[in-house]
T-cell receptor, first 111, second 117 residues
Framework: GEDVEQSLFLSVREGDSSVINCTYTDSSSTYLYWYKQEPGAGLQLLTY?????DMKQDQRLTVLLNKKDKHLSLRIADTQTGDSAIYFCAESKDTGNQFYFGTGTSLTVIP | GAVVSQHPSWVICKSGTSVKIECRSLDFQATTMFWYRQFPKQSLMLMATSNEGSKATYEQGVEKDKFLINHASLTLSTLTVTSAHPEDSSFYICSARDGGRFTSEQYFGPGTRLTVT
């Protein structure tokens, strides 16, 4: 199956920028997503990007896609304590409906 | 916006019993629903894909006789964990795809935490 990898942990100070990285193996992925999961809760879609895009910005969130290296990143500007959560990247194909999730990155924001 | 609910939000059952988890799309018709399970501090693993009115498609390694999925209507899918054992304890999350939209976006339910004693 598809492999989607993320680093497991990230700690940043409040007010700094956070960068969460994700690599995937399936070059036919069409949609790439970032989800946030708070403790004991379901997943909240933060943003997504089509594979023909290099960058997408949405308020404090910036997504960068390097399709050649199959690398996706999520930058959170001015990180707040409320951003502490687990962040999952996910990918899906154009014709299929299955999502393949990364291993998740636990972001801790230090006040 | 699109809302997906799950019921119950948490359940404790005895080993050997069966548990049914419901997943509902509240304000859209979900032609396709997905069931995931998540072990503590791990990622979500797709268990099965269900399309309304047809049999579910299970991922490799998922026992279809143990995890019964029924998608009888466009707004409801159920997952029944039969003869549950402690190793079935997990966080089960469903998602639904809005049949009226052209994106791949899935809307996730809040999850059901199952503990088998």
């Amino acid at each position: 199956g598809e492999d989607v990898e993320q680093s497991l942990f990230l700690s940043v100070r409040e007010g700094d920028s956070s960068v969460i990285n994700c690599t995937y193996t399936d070059s036919s992925s069409t949609y790439l997503y970032w989800y946030k999961q708070e403790p004991g809760a379901g997943l909240q879609l933060l943003t997504y990007i089509f594979s023909n895009m290099d960058m997408k910005q949405d308020q404090r969130l910036t997504v960068l896609l390097n399709k050649k290296d199959k690398h996706l990143s999520l930058r959170i500007a001015d990180t707040q304590t409320g951003d502490s959560a687990i962040y999952f990247c996910a990918e899906s194909k154009d014709t299929g409906n299955q999502f393949y999730f990364g291993t998740g990155t636990s972001l801790t924001v230090i006040p | 916006g699109a809302v997906v609910s799950q019921h119950p939000s948490w359940v404790i059952c005895k080993s050997g019993t069966s548990v049914k988890i419901e997943c509902r799309s509240l304000d859209f018709q979900a032609t396709t629903m997905f069931w995931y399970r998540q072990f503590p501090k791990q990622s979500l693993m797709l268990m099965a894909t269900s399309n309304e009115g047809s049999k579910a498609t299970y991922e490799q390694g998922v026992e279809k006789d143990k995890f019964l999925i029924n998608h009888a209507s466009l707004t409801l899918s159920t997952l029944t964990v039969t003869s549950a054992h402690p190793e079935d304890s997990s966080f089960y999350i469903c998602s639904a795809r809005d049949g009226g939209r052209f994106t791949s976006e899935q809307y996730f339910g809040p999850g059901t935490r199952l503990t088998v004693t």
